[in-house]
Structure formats: C-alpha cells, structure tokens
C-alpha cells in the first residue's frame, strides 16, 4: 500500500528547473540520485534540465509514470494535477505552498484538489511540504540534503522543522529509513502513513511530529494497531494555549486541548516524546531486544554519571535491579577495594577494557536484572581508550548471549566518537546524556508492555 511513494517505477518532477535559486531545481537535482526507476523532467521553456531530455507537459513522457513531485506556482497546480490524471501517475507529492495553511479559501482549494486527484485514482501529499525520502533506495524527493541511511521512520507535520532535525541527525550519526513530510494533510495523514509503513523491513520504529490532527478516532485506531508490531514515538507540538495558536495557524490544522491528544496517546499505545532529542533517543533503542521487566542494572567508572542516570530511570517508573549476593560477591573479586559494587556497580576510574567485560558478563546473568546501562566518561590517564570499554561490552553481551537489552552511555563528547561507533555498528545504541539513555530505555520497556513481551511484576 502506498508503495509508488518509496519504491516509484518512473518520477516526473514538474517545474524542474536549471536556476540554482528554485525549489525545482533541488529537487531534481537530488532526485538523480534515484537508484529504481527512472526519472523525468518537466518545464513548460527548458528543453534541457541539468542535463536531462525535458518534456513540457507529464502527458507528453513516453513511458508510465507513478508518482509525480509538483513544484509549479500556485495557480498551475490544479492544471498540473489533471495532467497526472489523464497520465495516469498514482501518487503526487505537492511541495507547492498557499493552501490550506492561509485560511478558509485556501482549505477549500485544497479539497477541490483532492476530489480531482480521487477521481483519477491518485493520492496526495501535502501541500506545503518538503517531500519524501527513502535512503535505502537513494530517491530523495524533497528540497533538503540526503538524510544518513538508517532504521526510523520520521514523519513531520513541519517541512522546516523536519529537514532541522533531519540535519541535526546528520551530524549527530543517526539514519533515517524514510522521512515523509506530510505538510497540510489535505489527503493522506498521519494514520495513513502508519499503516502503510507499519510494516517497513527497513524500519525498526516511526516517529511522529504532530501539530494537530484532522481524524483523531482513526489516528487511534490505526496507532493502536500498528503500536502493537511497531513502536510509534510521538512528539506533540502546541501542548500550551501559545503553541496551540501557532500550530493552528501554521499548517492550517486543528490543535485541541493538549490533555484529549495525551490520553488518547496513551490509550492507543504510542510513546510520548518531551523533546526532539527524546524522541530520537526513543526511536534509536529498538536494535535491541525487549526486556522482560523493569529492572535495570548500570555500570560505570565514575559515581557521578551512576547516581544522575538511576535519577533519570527512577523518574520513568523503572527500577535499579537488586543484584544478586553472589554477582556481587564474583565483583569484588576482581573490582578494586574502593569500587561499589551495589546497584550503580561504580567500577571507579582505573576500569578496563576486562573489567568492563566481566562486570557486564556477571551483570546480564543475574536472573534480578533486565537491562544493562553501561556508563563510560573520559578515562584520563594509564594510556586507556573507550574503545577497549566498548569492546568489553560487546564481548560480554555475545558471551551471555540471554536476550537482555543493553545501552551505552559516554559522556566524552568526540573523544567517544570510535568507542560509539563500534557499539552502533554492534547494534548497541549509544547516548550522551542519562536522561536520554533513560528515556531510550524506558521505550523499550513501554513497547515491551505493548507487545506482551513484559512480565509485570
């Protein structure tokens, strides 16, 4: 369902253009990158766009096209949407602004839009958007740069806001699996989308930023399906009378009461997100497995970062593990005399590579523990490296080979750059701040109640 928008045969992008300063020209230009199917320009002047045969009308292509990236002014926009039509493309993305998001006129433009698109069999998304994204295929049909390639949905209410975060996460190493903005919603919505990505084999979560919603009851009704296969993470803007204002004025939609969206959030299974670092931190979690309980055990080689994240997993309603007498026992036969070797196990500054390893051996094997952090901040001196910390882990995690969940946290800005690399490329997502390791772990632990995975204590 709603393939021909990830896996089009054949794209015509109308108003691709040659000068630099317009949308069109971007899009195009990205969209050359296309790796499964093939590619058309249309421009009512250039016969030639960036190199490409241009063809002044979509009707005019010879071959079939199945989705269509409409980039004209305003006033050619319902022309340009009989055109696919008669063409026969199955699916628009409308990257046009001025419609729904001016006022009542512009709303109505809008329906007139998508009673001519139903007609033809066609769907639309948008308008006012930025476009959509597939990095595991390379067809980037918006106007921003490529996203990095990964495992999240990332569907945004906000064009702007969406390729913000979509350059945040370059920077910050998360991919994206495909990244929709959805803009007006004057036909295809949240719902919409959820259902035909909840089955995505690229994608391990969706994460959703929402201003405000046209069909609430479905809303719910497909993210209580669909949160039940697939974590769904929602970020929702306009929870103050301010920020509801603005949401309604921005992309024209209705923002509500804060409270009626949380309760039906919660009653239809999807995390919620505080922030955009929340979200993301939420999303990245499930490379790993889903933990059983709530029970969580950390591991560091500093007190502090120990104390700050059981704070943090303590204000999600998850609980530091009682470890068993013996795995205490079996640390202090190898930890220094100083070290803690209670719930934070602070394995003080002198840990190693080994030590790493076999505290988190012990620590998976404790039938009291569900989920492990391990913790690593600046080791300073004695020549030691994150990496060998990481490397630890990893060994350890392979060895108890018992399904638990495992998080890294490393608070050494880009000195831990090699040590988190290894660890994502082992599958274990690694984080900067307790709070956002907590809330990574807290998701787990929600969608784990979701799919009956967790034993309730």
Same mark, same amino acid.
Not at 257 to 284: C, H, N, P, W
């Given at each position: 369902? +709603? ?267 999807? +995390? ?149 690399? +290894? ?35």
């Amino acid at each position: 369902m +709603l393939d021909y928008f990830f896996t089009p045969k054949a794209i015509a992008v109308i108003g691709a253009s040659n000068d630099p300063l317009k949308l069109g020209y971007e899009v195009f230009k990205n969209l050359k990158g296309y790796r499964d199917g093939e590619v058309y320009p249309v421009n009512v002047k250039d016969e030639v766009v960036q190199g490409v045969k241009a063809y002044r009308n979509v009707r005019e292509i010879p071959d079939d096209v199945d989705l269509a990236v409409i980039v004209v002014p305003k006033r050619f926009v319902k022309q340009t949407i009989i055109d696919c039509g008669e063409k026969g493309v199955r699916g628009i993305i409308l990257i046009t602004a001025g419609f729904g998001e001016v006022g009542e006129e512009g709303k109505k433009e809008e329906r007139e839009l998508v009673e001519i698109a139903h007609k033809y069999g066609m769907r639309i998304v948008g308008p006012n958007c930025v476009g959509i994204m597939n990095t595991h295929n390379g067809m980037n049909a918006t106007f921003v740069m490529n996203a990095k390639r990964g495992d999240i949905d990332f569907i945004s209410q906000s064009g702007a806001l969406g390729a913000g975060i979509l350059y945040k996460t370059i920077k910050e190493g998360i991919g994206f699996s495909k990244f929709i903005s959805i803009g007006n919603m004057a036909d295809l919505d949240f719902a919409d989308l959820m259902e035909a990505l909840a089955d995505d084999e690229q994608s391990r979560a969706i994460a959703l930023y929402i201003e405000g919603l046209k069909d609430g009851r479905r809303f719910m009704e497909v993210a209580r399906e669909v949160s039940r296969r697939k974590p769904v993470i929602v970020l929702k803007a306009g929870k103050s009378e301010s920020g509801a204002r603005a949401a309604s004025s921005h992309t024209g939609s209705l923002a509500g009461s804060y409270r009626i969206y949380e309760a039906a959030f919660k009653q239809s299974g999807v +995390l919620i997100a505080e922030t955009i670092d929340d979200m993301l931190s939420m999303a990245r979690a499930f490379t790993q497995p889903l933990p059983e309980g709530r029970k969580v055990a950390i591991m560091t080689n500093a007190g502090g970062p120990g104390v700050l994240t059981a704070d943090a997993i303590d204000g999600y309603g998850l609980k530091l593990a009682d470890l068993k007498e013996e795995t205490m026992r079996k640390l202090r036969e190898f930890l220094p005399p100083m070290a803690a070797v209670k719930n934070p196990v602070d394995m003080i500054a002198s840990a190693r590579g080994e030590d790493y390893y076999r505290t988190a051996k012990l620590l998976l094997e404790d039938p009291n523990v569900d989920m492990l952090i391990s913790i690593c901040v600046v080791p300073t001196f004695a020549g030691m490296t994150q990496t060998e910390h990481a490397e630890g882990v990893i060994k350890a995690v392979k060895e108890a080979n018992n399904g638990k969940p495992v998080l890294g946290l490393f608070m050494a800005g880009y000195v831990s750059e090699p040590a988190k690399e +290894l660890l994502e490329k082992n599958g274990i997502p690694s984080y900067e701040r307790p709070e956002d390791v907590a809330s990574a772990a807290y998701a787990l632990v929600e969608f784990a109640k979701n799919a009956g995975v967790l034993k309730e204590e």
